[in-house]
């Protein structure tokens, strides 16, 4: 596919557990972003790799939330110990370059922590 | 602290009721604005950057303006595929890879 892919699509949790949302970049994308979109609301940042190098991860909520992309490409967000308050969509978006020019969206993973 | 702030929340229109939506904007050193679409249960879907006051850019019925404190989406004769929820965001200079959103303006165009 030519897009951003996210996975799952959906995911329900109950408090407690932990979950592990995949991202596939546009392939050869230099960037990548994690951004947390909660109902009604606008994205709000998480995180930043370029390359394997995560940049900025000052947007990350608690300890709780980590995000690695080991080899440039795929990159995992894991929530350990779900809590209700982390019930959101989770957005990954893509770009070529370093620039923020453009961002390419998947259309993201719905997390409902029950 | 860089801040986003959009209105109206919600928008109505009839079509071909042209109008306009806002963003103002706090920042320290604008690196850029970008104003993004998005649809129900999708990512938001990128429409224009721009990154000094005074430019503005096109595309088909929508046009972006920007100055030192605020831009405008103005959407001229809507039509109903133009129903979405539009997000304005911007990079300051002291965020590396941070996009700052505002909330949204959801436009409804009614046939």
């Known amino acids: 596919g030519a897009g951003v892919s996210q996975s799952p699509r959906y995911k329900v949790a109950k408090r407690g557990q932990d979950v592990a949302l995949r991202c596939d970049p546009i392939s050869g994308h230099v960037s990548l972003f994690w951004y947390q979109q909660a109902l009604g609301q606008g994205p709000e940042f998480l995180t930043y790799f370029q390359n394997e190098a995560q940049l900025d991860k000052s947007g990350l909520p608690s300890d709780r939330f980590f995000a690695e992309r080991p080899e440039g490409s795929v990159s995992t967000l894991k929530i350990q110990r779900t809590q209700q308050e982390d019930s959101a969509v989770y957005l990954c978006?893509?770009?070529?370059?370093?620039?923020?020019?453009?961002?390419?969206f998947g259309s993201g993973t719905q997390l409902s922590v029950l | 602290e860089d801040q986003v702030t959009q209105s109206p929340e919600a928008l109505r229109l009839q079509e071909g009721e042209s109008s306009s939506l806002n963003c103002s904007y706090t920042v320290s050193g604008l690196r850029g604005l970008f104003w993004y679409r998005q649809d129900p249960g999708k990512g938001p879907e990128f429409l224009f950057t721009l990154y000094s006051a005074g430019e503005e850019k096109e595309k088909e019925r929508l046009k972006a303006t920007l100055t030192k404190k605020e831009s405008f989406l103005h959407i001229t004769a809507p039509k109903p595929e133009d129903s979405a929820t539009y997000l304005c965001a911007v990079h300051g200079s002291g965020n590396t890879g941070k996009l700052i959103f505002g909330q949204g303006t959801t436009l409804q165009v009614k046939p």
């Open positions: 978006a893509s770009s070529l370059n370093l620039a923020l020019e453009k961002l390419f």
